[in-house]
């Protein structure tokens, strides 16, 4: 793939940021929308705005047929078995919810164990400790090397027959550190627990397979990988799906209302109530089109060069600490002696290049890693060793600057 090319269909890397040519590096926060996601959305809106599963009337059809298409996009996006696994919420955070509320909630007692890692999202952390306090369940913690990956001999210590839920990213929004999840299901199944999956940093960056990974859920976002905010989804195994209750209750999810007492339609339907996100999903699919076009396998290799440059021009740099380990994906977090991070990004901002900077809803990580804030560049299928080389070069003035300051 040549990144040049890509660069092309976003139209808002087009511009200019304080004078200067915008560098967009923190994708990983939300990604860039190319044309054709853009124009999915228009179309939509323009010719044919409706509800979906209820009016016979053409419009309508046309807007569930959208829906229902964007569905098996997805499904066969992760290779799941049936789109009957593939429920579309708002995002990572909702389908994680939708797990720890439904199946947590539903299925742990005291004396249960949930599992996660030290590198977890804010959303991958605080479902389960909400299940731990409703349900009595301990949560616990498997500790990371000193690079910041995760060893198995770790995980095997953790995980035990008292083990419920294991729940760990595939790929950590801060570290960049990519967990094997095969290895680490295996390890959940064998002691009776099941294994689900923070895809949010993964899926937008590399081939995902529900059934060769074998998890039995998997969340992730479509703003993350060319898609609209407020559009996601949740895969589920379908025997746990069905014996699990909806979240929320209201109209699209039910068969049968009655004074008292209701049922719910079949799955994936229950788990969406109300009028589920229909420009979202049409969106997603665009998006899903998009990058299997370009291929993830082109993608992934293309951000792993750009990581691995990145990682080899900033190492360089003198009083630059990076956090996490070398084999990784596109993401480079980092600190500056005696800066803040907030201090780096907004002399970076005045450059034109955008990176974030804080503590990346990853509080524990921060407090693992004995630091308050990072400032993180991250890349996608847009970005260019010329990107890399405006950061390299704004850093280096970020230092002489501050280093005359103190
Ligand atoms: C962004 C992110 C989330 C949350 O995604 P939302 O789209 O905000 O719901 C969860 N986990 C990881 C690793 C993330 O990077």
């Known amino acids: 793939m040549d990144a040049k090319e890509v660069r092309k269909l976003f139209p808002i890397l087009n511009q ?7 560098v967009y590096l923190d994708s990983a926060a939300t990604s860039q929308k190319p044309l054709p996601v853009i124009e999915a959305l228009d179309k939509y809106y323009r010719e ?25 996009k997805v499904r066969k996006f992760i290779n799941a078995k049936s789109t009957e696994e593939v429920i579309f919420t708002r995002g990572t955070t909702t389908a994680i919810n939708t797990v720890a509320a439904s199946y ?4 742990l007692r005291e004396g249960d164990e949930i599992v996660i890692t030290y590198m977890e999202h804010h959303s991958n952390i605080i479902p389960w400790q909400q299940v731990a306090k409703h349900t009595g369940a301990t949560l616990k913690y498997i500790p990371l090397q000193e690079d910041g990956s995760i060893s198995l001999e770790e995980v095997e210590k953790t995980v035990t027959s008292n083990t419920k839920i294991v729940s760990v990213a ?9 967990n094997p999840i095969k290895e680490i299901a295996k390890i959940a199944h064998k002691n009776g627990a099941i294994m689900v999956v923070d895809g949010a940093q ?6 995902i397979d529900v059934q060769d990974l074998d998890c039995d859920f ?13 559009i996601g989804v949740l895969y589920g195994k379908k025997a746990l799906l069905e014996k699990m209750e909806p979240v929320e209750f209201g109209g699209e999810m039910i068969d049968f209302v009655g004074l008292y007492e209701s049922t719910w339609k079949e799955l994936p339907w229950k788990f969406e109530g109300g009028t589920p996100i229909i420009a ?13 076009q370009i291929g993830l396998n082109n993608i992934a290799a293309h951000e792993h060069k750009l990581a691995q440059y990145a990682l080899e021009q900033m190492s360089a740099i003198e009083g630059l600490t990076i956090y996490g380990p070398k084999e990784r994906a596109g993401l480079v977090t980092f600190n500056i002696d005696g800066v803040h991070p907030h201090d780096v990004a907004t002399v970076l901002d005045a450059e034109g290049i955008a990176v974030r900077a804080g503590h990346h809803c990853a509080q524990p990580l921060m407090k693992w890693l004995n630091v308050s804030a990072t400032a993180r560049a ?12 405006k950061l390299v070069a704004a850093l280096k003035k970020t230092k002489e600057y501050f280093g005359h300051v103190f």
């Open 170 to 178: 595939q790929v950590s929004n801060v570290l960049g550190a990519i």
């Open 202 to 207: 993964s899926a937008p960056h590399m081939k």
């Open 48 to 72: 044919y705005n409706s509800n979906v599963h209820r009016g016979v009337h053409t419009l309508g059809t046309k807007a569930t047929d959208a829906y229902e298409g964007a569905r098996e």
């Open 104 to 107: 947590g909630r539903a299925n």
């Open 378 to 389: 991250s890349l996608y299928l847009y970005n260019t060793e010329e990107d890399i080389d």
């Open 218 to 230: 998997f969340a992730f976002s479509g703003h993350k990988m060319c898609g609209p905010t407020g």
């Open 16 to 22: 200019e940021v304080n004078g200067k040519p915008l």
């Open 280 to 292: 979202g999903a049409i969106g997603l699919g665009a998006a899903i089109d998009f990058l299997e």
